[in-house]
């Protein structure tokens, strides 16, 4: 009796030979190359920063060059090394970047280290709520142009989302502050907070920088909740400075993956079941929608940071953006070299972490 050996049958469209890809898999490496990803962006950017303000000469002679003599401007120079060749220089500053050493400022003689932590946490704050503004406006705003598609609604909405997009953040920010502050007077012209709510915030036994919280803080503590309200309403018009910009392209990408995603199959079997259109649009189609917005944070937060520049100054807001302008008139090149740093790592960072939640949302962006 013999015995016939049988091969498994390789199913249609697969080719011999090859192995079928586990589903779901490839996120570990996927994750692993954008995290790798991080350090070539930031040497480029850190890169760019040296050699752009070095193309002026060295920092001393720019920040201080007018102000000494011959003799004391060369004793500065040498003090600091920036009579040794430029290359010697150049990998000098990558070390200290990435040790966490961004050197000292000129025009302050403070440790650049401190000046982004005591002005990095009011950038933040500003940055938070700029992002919470576009989420509040740009999503609830593109289902309705989605849901009243091609008509009066639809193209209202699509020219405010061009005016948000396209009007310059200190124009919509001097026109807040000329309806709201000037003629209405209901919101304060500029500043976090009144001197009087600073103060208290400063008694805390480990106050954050982070107004909102500190005034949280105090609220708790003494029972004083017009801290906290001071605190707000000094936020609202940056905010809104702010995060319009980004609430115009919230809008238009929501706009159109719902619309692209109200005609795909199951909205249509749902449709045939009797769903109603607003029920499609608020249930069904909305979340699917969700994830390019979610893919685009990254870069929405380098356009949120990049905006706080000129939000920060006609607000006088206290972050990174009001003392980056402040350093560049003093010309103190080691300072903003410092400040522009820490904005490169932020966004390679912010841009990671948006990778992760991409890919534990859509497994598709794995491939």
Not at 158 to 165: G, H, M, S, T
């Amino acid at each position: 009796m013999t015995t016939v050996a049988t091969t498994p049958a390789v199913p249609a469209g697969r080719p011999a030979g090859r192995k079928s890809k586990p589903a779901g898999g490839g996120i570990g490496r996927y994750l692993l190359i954008r995290f790798l990803l991080i350090f070539p962006t930031i040497f480029i950017l850190v890169s760019m920063v040296f050699w752009l303000m070095r193309a002026t000469g060295d920092p001393i002679t720019a920040a201080l060059g007018g102000r000494l003599g011959p003799e004391q401007l060369a004793e500065r120079i040498h003090a600091a090394g920036y009579d040794r060749p430029i290359l010697v220089q150049y990998v000098e500053y990558l070390g200290q970047i990435f040790t966490g050493n961004f050197g000292t400022t000129i025009s302050t003689n403070r440790p650049v280290s401190e000046v982004l932590l005591t002005y990095g946490v009011a950038t933040a704050e500003l940055a938070f709520y700029g992002l919470l503004v576009a989420f509040i406006v740009g999503i609830p705003l593109g289902m309705v142009a989605a849901y009243f598609r091609d008509k009066g609604q639809d193209a209202l909405l699509r020219v405010f989302a061009i005016l948000c997009y396209a009007t310059p953040v200190f124009f919509s920010g001097l026109l807040f502050k000329l309806v709201f502050a000037v003629w209405l007077n209901v919101l304060p012209v500029a500043g976090r907070a009144t001197t009087g709510s600073e103060l208290e915030m400063q008694l805390l036994t480990n106050p954050t920088g982070l107004y909102t919280i500190d005034a949280i803080q105090v609220a708790f503590q003494a029972g004083n909740t017009d801290v906290l309200i001071d605190v707000l309403q000094h936020a609202v018009l940056p905010s809104l400075a702010l995060g319009l910009l980004t609430a115009g392209v919230f809008l238009r990408l929501v706009r159109t993956n719902v619309i692209g995603t109200l005609g795909t199959d199951y909205v249509d079997a749902a449709r045939s079941r009797g769903v109603s259109e607003f029920r499609l649009v608020s249930k069904h189609a909305y979340r699917p929608a969700l994830i390019p917005i979610i893919t685009v944070i990254g870069l929405q937060i380098a356009l949120l940071l990049g905006g706080a520049v000129l939000t920060e100054t006609t607000f006088e807001w206290k972050g990174l953006g009001f003392v980056l302008i402040e350093f560049i008139k003093a010309r103190d090149y080691v300072a903003v070299q410092g400040i522009v740093a820490l904005l490169a790592v932020i966004v390679a960072l912010s841009n990671f972490i948006v990778d992760i939640i991409a890919a534990i949302i859509d497994p598709r962006v794995r491939y």
